[in-house]
């Protein structure tokens, strides 16, 4: 990603946004694949009928804090994401007016 941005011509002023927007979207993807496995062990048939409460509350706390985490990220990745999106229109702009 970043690569891609800095061959783009994003300028050195913006890096700070597009670490963070790196971090935080790398985090997302490897957070939701974590979410996905989890809900399929969570809801994954056990090889005999359990009443065990104790696994699900477990099962649930893990849940939440996967979820807590996403949130996170979430909140944090909205400032860099539209300082670099803003960044990208007016530069469209820029090249219709030019092009």
């Given at each position: 990603?970043v690569i891609k941005f800095k061959e783009m011509g994003l300028p050195e002023e913006l890096d700070p946004e597009l670490a963070s927007l790196s971090t935080d979207l790398g985090?997302?993807?490897?957070?939701?694949?974590?979410?996905?496995?989890?809900?399929?062990?969570?809801?994954?048939?056990?090889?005999?009928?359990?009443?065990?409460?104790?696994?699900?509350?477990?099962?649930?706390?893990?849940?939440?804090?996967?979820?807590?985490?996403?949130?996170?990220?979430?909140?944090?990745?909205?400032?860099?994401?539209?300082?670099?999106?803003?960044?990208?229109?007016?530069?469209?702009?820029?090249?219709?007016?030019?092009?």
């Open positions: 990603m985090d997302l993807w490897s957070a939701q694949h974590s979410l996905t496995a989890q809900l399929e062990s969570f809801l994954k048939p056990p090889p005999k009928p359990l009443k065990d409460w104790r696994s699900v509350g477990d099962h649930l706390a893990d849940l939440k804090s996967s979820i807590e985490h996403m949130a996170w990220h979430v909140s944090s990745v909205r400032r860099p994401l539209n300082r670099i999106a803003n960044f990208a229109y007016r530069k469209a702009l820029e090249s219709d007016a030019t092009g």
